[in-house]
């Protein structure tokens, strides 16, 4: 390891990464060929002779977690994979961002085996990274035991200026300092390009002074393709005892005659003759595409085949000891890794009478989370500083801290973007993660929910202040759209409940869900326990809508439906039209994307075609109700941004209420 | 000033904004009282002894911008204002937080007096900071000329941990290194305290280094309470050819007995007692509320009023010379200050023929925005590192930077967010700015179109790459929900134009709204140019949504609607169902929230009331499209995550056609 003097296989391996990277961007006709090229010495060396994993199984627990972040270089990785043994054969980089391909534009999670989470929106693998890092610290300190070191895996991230510009990069920077992550090592590409030029138009921080002062160890290196050197950078950074960012003064486009060190190289094909020129230049038969040496393959795949193989028995025969010395944390493991909760986790989510009076959601929300949380210890989360508002501290555990590994709170700081990117970070290393802020600040880390989604990750989003019941604190505070927009995220299930029953309900079914987020949608202010003898069961929120109180004779003439504290509302306004006669249905409707996913009949049975006098009322945008209410409906809802002032008036100020509804009835008919 | 002896006359000042602060938050029963407590000293420093403006008159427009980042310490500002003579009287400040009052929790432009911008979601107001220091350069480098310093005025922003924590902050001190605003300083309140507690739990940085390492001077007071220490600090600060941060290490609730240095003095009215406790100990008098000393208001009141006179009539003198000597100078300063754009700013906007064929709307949009911007000098802006993506590089003109402070194109860096909240800050100060990502990445600024919207800045977002339109890069660059939820936001017009020349009336509408912003959704992906013979004007855009091609015969049977790139395909289905014989409709909607306004009548006669069978297609997210066609309608959209593939392909796999337009029409009937 320690010459100096060139290693030809290296050599071969390194350029068969950088060509398999212009070839298939070449043959797709779109991609980023400049940073593999430029990058492929430290995947190299990552990957030949750091990384600790099993091509073989993919989902080897104690395996070294590799994060491209900057996700448009997938080439290189898709490279890597191949290289090392997964089951990405040259045909899948052949067939690079075509339909249904394993190898896609940006890696996606659980389409390409290795693909450790889905990167292309800048900063989130770094996010992504600091959750897996926490996640391994935390699984560390539970699971360890005296002579079973079951995790010890390190979290390894490559990232661009992108990630280092973008607010969500600096957040996680500076909280994975604060949290001094050992096992982190972010690996930055500093190529001093961008896709509008040079980075000198518009970033000129010292980027090791500002990581220093942030708490990182930073190791610069000096060549981007000394594989030695860059071998020592690693092994620099891993022996650290606070997280360590490796500065690589890349040259984006290596090899390549005419672009190597321009923009040009960052986001296009090369083009056929610029693609003939650089092969000629680092010494590739230019009349090969997609060529992989047999030796390099043999050399590479066998080494960490066998590594891999080895690794992971040994590590699989210890476990088998730690089973028969600790059967309950292995059973614990087992769960885990198969993504189950125990037994009887939602056993003691409490239930409520009809005497348990006004109940703000997020308190009940707090109280179902207090028993999740005991009867799921992998449950890990917290705020962006807003834990007591959310009631999402966890009682009687530790904060996570380098001294507590085993803290279950996470203190975010006022970071609801990175709070959220680490999240699914920990979700993708088997945790079931909640995080919380105020509704209205889901839009710092509004980018992360999708992902959450695309990736299927169970990951809890704690909105509490869920309107304009949120009162004083005025219109920067008070969501409006927020509801609404959430709804529109594909796989992201958003359920708003009326009262302590619906939210207990809401949590059991957020904790059932295993293939996708949840947001959990509560309200500041107090709301009416409902009788549980006088409606329908709260375990009707698990169908996403359900009829709540149904008119006491016939067919209904009237359906009123709502969500969340405007249900009283409906509740209220049904009391009435029933004392005039009217035969008036009420559905609450806590979940749309859980009642869409019900069958045809059902649906209909809540809501039958025939009754076309519907109102509905949620006290925000009334932007998508139109979808149950229809062209001859009515919606109720604030359109325009709230106020401050105390909440009760708001709510009159901006016709919010039972006489609205009744009005609406009014108008319809 | 530099007598080290206690000043009473000052201290009775700074109490009385601490009492002001205090019985304010006690009178609304809600509030946040800590922070006012502990700056008052820095306020009083400020709003005293440096900050030029004048109270009687707070469009004044060479006035220091005081933006208090940190909005819920907002009842410091509403004392500033008061004391300073600002029309916000003592009655003002006692209706703090009630319903219209001026005094809103957080502070909102356009609503009292004297606040420059609307702040409350933390870091906000840093962007905002950023984005009124490069107008101050900018205009300055236009319009100031030998003897004329029309522009030469700070930026001062005061901030606490939130804001420095956030990324949003980050990005903004990132850029504003980069840029060396030498007119921007921010005060950071360093009280080591947050909601949850103390900073120790999730914050370690060394933020004097990390500011450092970014390009900023760094001034640290060691006395949050001596006002000629702060005066120093200050004017170091003013003086420094770097933007500059002052620290000040401040004691939350700074008097307060029991409170003092708790995050029990953040967010809560102290209680009455407390009340009495804390007056006492600050030698005030407990019997008192809202108690202002004639000496103080008279001292403070009178000195800012006699200075922003004199500032103001001096400034009014040079300027009416300047007119004389700068005739044309002189008039674009008064469009500016007025919220115009020239006369025939438009007179130039491209339109195309039948024959100009297939056209991407980013690129027709990047013509319009060439010829607007050479109508209207005030047009800066730009990308998130995809100006040549986004077709927003202004040709000819200089980058913004601290050697061409007359820059019009602004290049931000990957940081979106900041990008847009710089943009905010940008229109505050009079500018026309116009910033641009993918349309996927108006996640990363997301929290920002809604201040944008709240305060009324007509800042115009080009979001570019609009659908599965994006093709190979992938389900993380495709939006589908993104139309959908920018839509949800009161007061973004959203616009979708389906073609060159819709493209050109969207700018038009976009350039002349003031009262607002504006999203422009531009395709990837080359439009059919509509034929103008064939179908009704692109002028139609302006009224949201319009008939662009009518039935050949008599009442249209069915409807077809669509935006953008699916507009076409209605064309298409439209033509194969009416050689069928059937009577339709293709109805264009670049705009719901301009078609919204119309009067009843005009939507009417768009979407007739008694044809219900009613198509709606958009690639992207179906959601909300049921208020146009109803519960007997159908829309075609995508409502899951795209692929990577070549974008044709896409349109196919997800049913995004013509043919589905017909199926759809045979299943309503």
């Known amino acids: 390891m320690a010459t100096a003097a060139p290693n030809t296989m290296e050599i071969d391996c390194i350029n068969t990464i950088r060509t398999l990277a212009m070839d298939a961007v070449q043959a797709a006709n779109s991609g980023h060929p400049g940073t593999p090229m430029a990058l492929a010495p430290v995947m190299y060396t990552i990957w030949d002779r750091h990384l600790s994993h099993n091509p073989v199984n993919p989902s080897f627990a104690n395996r070294d977690r590799f994060v491209l972040s900057c996700g448009h270089a997938s080439t290189l990785l898709y490279g890597a994979l191949h290289l090392t043994g997964y089951d990405v054969s040259l045909n899948d980089i052949k067939s690079f961002r075509q339909l249904n391909a394993k190898c896609a534009g940006h890696p996606e999670y659980r389409h390409c085996p290795g693909v450790e989470t889905t990167t292309g929106p800048l900063g989130q693998g770094l996010g992504n990274s600091v959750g897996m890092a926490v996640a391994e610290r935390f699984l560390a300190a539970h699971f360890n035991k005296p002579g079973f070191d079951l995790v010890s895996h390190r979290v390894i991230a490559l990232c661009g200026d992108g990630d280092i510009m973008e607010g969500v990069g600096m957040e996680a920077a500076s909280l994975a300092g604060h949290l001094k992550l050992s096992n982190l090592t972010w690996v930055y590409d ?166 348990a009076g006004s109940i703000a959601s997020r308190k009940a929300s707090g109280v179902a989370l207090q028993s999740a949380a005991a009867a799921v210890p992998w449950m890990v989360g917290g705020s962006a500083d807003l834990a007591g508002s959310n009631q999402t501290l966890l009682k009687g555990e530790d904060a996570q801290s380098a001294e507590t590994p085993g803290g279950r709170n996470v203190f975010f700081g006022i970071r609801e973007h990175v709070m959220a990117s680490i999240a699914n970070g920990m979700a993708l290393s088997g945790l079931r993660p909640f995080v919380s802020t105020f509704l209205v600040f889901s839009d710092y880390c509004r980018s992360v929910h999708r992902l959450s989604a695309m990736m299927g990750l169970p990951v809890i989003y704690v909105y509490t202040h869920d309107s304009i019941g949120v009162g004083e604190d005025g219109p920067t505070h008070q969501p ?35 293939d996708g987020p949840t947001a959990l949608i509560l309200s500041r202010q107090g709301l009416p326990t409902m009788d549980p003898d006088a409606v329908a069961s709260a375990t009707g929120v698990h169908r996403g809508a359900y009829v709540l109180c149904e008119t006491k004779g016939g067919d209904p003439q009237i359906i009123l439906m709502g969500t969340g504290s405007e249900v009283s509302l409906c509740m209220e306004a049904a009391e009435k039209l029933e004392r005039d006669g009217r035969r008036v249905r009420v559905v609450s409707m806590p979940s749309w994307e859980m009642f869409e996913t019900q069958d045809a009949a059902y649906r209909e049975s809540v809501l039958p075609a025939s009754c076309r006098c519907r109102v509905a009322i949620e006290a925000g945008a009334t932007f998508g109700w139109e979808r149950y209410v229809g062209l001859d409906g009515r919606v109720i809802g604030r359109d325009d941004f709230g106020a401050s002032a105390p909440a009760t008036q708001l709510f009159q100020e901006f016709g919010i209420t039972a006489d609205a509804i009744l009005n609406a009835v009014s108008e319809i008919e």
Not at 484 to 513: C, F, K, Y
Request: aromatic residues 6%; negative net charge; charged residues 25%.
């Open 480 to 514: 409006i759209e927020h509801v609404a927009s959430l709804r529109s995220i594909p796989g992201l299930t958003v359920i708003r409940p009326a009262d302590a029953n619906e939210t207990t309900e809401a949590w059991r079914s957020a904790l059932a869900r295993t």
């Open 190 to 355: 500093a190529n001093k390009i961008t896709i509008d030029g040079g980075t000198d138009l518009c970033f000129s921080e010292d980027v090791a002074g500002r990581f220093e002062a942030s708490g990182w160890h930073v190791v610069t290196a000096t060549d981007a393709n000394d594989v030695d050197h860059l071998d020592s950078c690693m092994q620099e950074a891993f022996g650290h005892e606070l997280p360590t960012l490796v500065i690589v003064p890349s040259r984006i486009g290596y090899g390549s005659p005419n672009k190597e060190n321009t923009s040009g190289a960052h986001g296009a094909p090369l083009g056929e003759e610029e693609i003939r020129l650089t092969k000629e230049a680092l010494g590739c038969d230019p009349s090969q595409s997609f060529h992989v040496p047999s030796e390099v393959k043999d050399a590479m795949t066998q080494k960490a085949l066998e590594q891999g193989a080895a690794t992971e028995n040994a590590w699989n025969e210890m476990f088998e000891r730690y089973r028969a010395e600790w059967p309950a944390e292995a059973g614990q493991w087992d769960d885990i890794q198969a993504g189950r909760l125990p037994e009887g986790f939602d056993a003691e989510l409490p239930t409520y009478a009809a005497d």
